[in-house]
């Protein structure tokens, strides 16, 4: 059973950074697409970041130029480093990961959140 582990949330003022991490434990397959979702209370929740298999990476409009997805395959680890936080960035983080098998199929594994607040 895949397992995704967030962690790096926590409280900041406006302007500060946070760096989160994702573990992923018990892969089966390579992943195709990492990335990060965001969920704040009220709202639907939305992409921030995502990665394919390639290093091509995507970004919320709301982010580009302060978020930097990365990840390091050695520590199956992803990364979302966070700059400049605004208010509007508080909500709860989600890892977010698409697998591939062999036949094809797509599994769809998702971590449990992580806090961040932004105070202004």
């Known amino acids: 059973q895949v397992q995704l582990v967030e962690s790096g949330g926590g409280l900041v003022q406006a302007g500060g950074s946070l760096r989160l991490s994702c573990v992923a434990s018990?892969?089966?397959?390579?992943?195709?697409?990492m990335g990060w979702h965001r969920q704040s209370p009220g709202k639907q929740r939305e992409l921030v970041a995502n990665?394919?298999?390639?290093?091509?990476?995507n970004y919320a409009d709301s982010v580009k130029g302060r978020f930097t997805i990365s990840r390091d395959n050695a520590k199956n680890t992803v990364y979302l480093q966070m700059n400049n936080l605004k208010p509007e960035d508080t909500a709860v983080y989600y890892c977010?990961?698409?697998?591939?098998?062999?036949?094809?199929?797509?599994?769809?594994?998702w971590g449990q959140g992580t806090q961040v607040t932004v105070s202004s």
């Open positions: 018990g892969s089966t397959f390579s992943p195709v697409v």
């Open positions: 990665m394919g298999s390639d290093g091509s990476t």
């Open positions: 977010r990961q698409l697998q591939r098998s062999s036949r094809g199929n797509l599994y769809d594994y």
